[in-house]
């Protein structure tokens, strides 16, 4: 990890955080992200708006910020749940614009058929897990490393590591089972 983005060096001589060094460095990463995100569906003012956000939002919880940790990624983040929290606001589905943009993108609808059947191969087995249901969602769509899931549901980091293994395991048969391969 290169030293020059964590957030300890964003931090003044008189410990207070310098907004303006990082408004300066991530302005554009923060406007490439909401663009991203939005698929130029919002105005102008609404994209300074959100980016002004963001930089509140930092400037809120500047001192629950770990000093060793990189800024880029809890950048990103608080920008992601901006832009989504904006499009729901005014009545856009985020996940829509997923899916138009994925169907847009696919060339052949059999693919977009066969995925959305994986998927759905995959919720229905996800659904048999009960509790374990979550420790899957917190590791592969929240991000969240071993240890934080271990920490937040009060398991052994090799207990959710073998939940996750066993989770991975059953949902590969169900996939093998109806003719498609998962890779590990």
Do not use: C
């Amino acid at each position: 990890m290169e030293d020059a983005y964590l957030i300890r060096n964003y931090i003044n001589n008189d410990n207070s955080l310098n907004v303006e060094k990082i408004v300066n460095d991530y302005s554009n990463y923060i406007l490439v992200i909401i663009k991203n995100i939005t698929k130029n569906l919002l105005t102008d003012e609404d994209i300074e708006e959100m980016i002004s956000d963001v930089f509140l939002v930092l400037w809120k919880n500047k001192e629950n910020l770990n000093y060793n940790f990189p800024l880029k990624p809890y950048i990103a983040g608080v920008t992601k749940n901006i832009a989504k929290n904006k499009l729901r606001s005014l009545n856009i589905s985020y996940e829509s614009i997923e899916t138009q943009e994925e169907i847009k993108s696919k060339e052949n609808i059999e693919e977009l058929v066969e995925s959305k059947e994986e998927f759905e191969i995959i919720s229905n087995e996800l659904e048999k897990f009960g509790k374990d249901k979550e420790i899957f969602i917190m590791f592969y769509f929240k991000g969240m490393k071993i240890k934080q899931i271990a920490k937040r549901i009060g398991y052994t980091e090799f207990n959710v590591s073998t939940k996750l293994h066993r989770i991975r395991k059953k949902i590969k048969k169900a996939l093998e089972e109806r003719g498609y391969k998962y890779g590990k």
